[in-house]
């Protein structure tokens, strides 16, 4: 007889388990048959089967518990090998012995590993434009990365590094410069060649990500120089502005955790980038407009989300399908703004909505459907547009709601940095009026900050 198995590699996925193939040509029985399957040395077996039965006294100690003989009457003595390792990956005999007789099989195992969705985030400016950074983790072998635009062509990279870890995984790193007048929807996309296999993630920097060149301040600047020793005390302002200004770049491109701006700085900073609302009101939730499975404080600051539903009338003004709930205010004309603490919470959506957004069935929570808002899942956070766009900075703590109904328009800053997240654009909102709204799964909590 001879022995048999595939003439090329197989490949097995850590954690899951495969099957080496392996049978005897012509078919016929191994019952009373030695079958020994190994790597580099006979007596080191990865599974032996001998004497009609299986033997494990002398089974290499990282294949215990992990190995089954799949044998039956036609020859067949294919391994099955459970929870892959990286370790399983090489060389491997399928060794059949009859008596004096003896032949065998030498198969190629290859393991591959699919890692995280890639994890695109603002890092600081660089060249003029925005650097970016995409990261993943958890890939074998090392993975192809690239970064393309939504018609597939590349974009070029600034940067790559491939580090392997501890557990003997890949990670990877790779980054871009985004001009403002470059494409700014882009895909970081890491790719594993051996299995096939790709992750995608899909992003977009919008215009107030961008440092702006205020021509004011240029004209100003040469003037004061020209008259530096008749104009001290304009001197010494200007150069507090510019402070101010590159303070606000770093802090802009520094992922929220980051910040640099002083606590003393802050006030004559958030001047230049945002113009501060007029009025902070001070928001509270509508009960009677609240999802029967949130719980809401006395004080109506705080909202969570429990298992069970709580005893509450059915009325025109409730939501009753999603998690949702109103504010009791509502804003019809000026500049408003509060802020919102969604903590550590990996499922939420907050932003607002119109007055007379639908309160029964199932309905688009974008501005389709009369919501303007941001979200996080898990770990991703986008803006609720149509359909959604992934937001490049790590989800915030506490945000920050500007609502201009003037123009129509409703901006999301991170309150902790004063990091831009996203605006919907001037003319978003319609003419009516406009209340906070809120959206909370388990083990989240929002809390509405006075």
Request: some cysteine.
């Amino acid at each position: 007889f001879k022995v048999m198995g595939p003439d090329r590699p197989v490949t097995a996925v850590v954690g899951e388990e495969i099957v080496l193939p392996c049978h005897l040509a012509p078919r016929m029985s191994t019952e009373n048959m030695e079958v020994t399957w190994f790597r580099s040395q006979l007596f080191q077996f990865v599974h032996r089967y001998s004497d009609g039965k299986d033997q494990y006294e002398q089974q290499m100690p990282e294949y215990q518990q992990r190995t089954e003989l799949l044998k039956d009457e036609q020859g067949n003595v294919t391994l099955k090998i459970l929870h892959v390792r990286l370790s399983d990956e090489g060389q491997y005999r399928c060794f059949v012995q009859d008596g004096a007789f003896y032949e065998e099989a030498v198969l190629e195992l290859k393991v591959a590993a699919s890692g995280s969705a890639p994890h695109v985030s603002i890092e600081d400016y660089q060249d003029g434009g925005i650097r970016v950074a995409c990261r993943s983790a958890g890939w074998y072998p090392e993975p192809e990365v690239m970064w393309r635009d939504l018609n597939g062509q590349a974009f070029p990279s600034a940067s790559q590094t491939n580090s392997r870890e501890a557990n003997g995984l890949y990670r990877t790193e790779t980054s871009a410069i985004i001009m403002e007048n470059s494409n700014r929807n882009l895909s970081c996309v890491v790719r594993n060649t051996r299995l096939s296999q790709e992750k995608e993630s899909l992003f977009y920097i919008s215009d107030p990500f961008f440092p702006k060149v205020n021509p004011w301040m240029v004209s100003l600047g040469v003037t004061l120089v020209v008259l530096l020793g008749a104009f001290a005390l304009s001197v010494y302002l200007f150069k507090l502005k510019g402070k101010c200004w590159s303070r606000t770049y770093r802090e802009q491109g520094s992922m929220g955790n980051k910040a640099v701006v002083l606590h003393k700085d802050r006030t004559l900073c958030k001047k230049y980038r945002y113009p501060p609302p007029k009025y902070k009101p001070n928001v509270t939730l509508d009960p009677d407009t609240a999802h029967p499975n949130l719980v809401l404080s006395e004080d109506g600051k705080r909202v969570r989300r429990a298992e069970t539903k709580q005893p509450r009338p059915d009325t025109p003004e409730r939501f009753d399908s999603w998690a949702c709930a109103l504010g009791r205010e509502g804003f019809t004309s000026g500049r408003h703004y509060w802020e919102v603490e969604v903590g550590d919470g990996q499922y939420w959506r907050m932003g607002v909505a119109r007055e007379s957004v639908s309160r029964k069935g199932w309905i688009s929570l974008s501005p389709k459907g009369g919501i303007w808002a941001v979200r996080r899942r898990g770990d991703q956070f986008q803006a609720l547009t149509d359909p959604e766009t992934p937001l490049p900075l790590s989800p915030p703590r506490r945000i920050r709601v500007c609502l201009d109904c003037d123009r129509g328009q409703v901006t999301f800053i991170d309150a902790g940095s004063e990091a831009p997240i996203f605006t919907f654009p001037r003319g978003s909102l319609p003419g009516e009026r406009i209340r906070p709204w809120l959206w909370v799964w388990s083990g989240s909590q929002l809390s509405l900050c006075p």
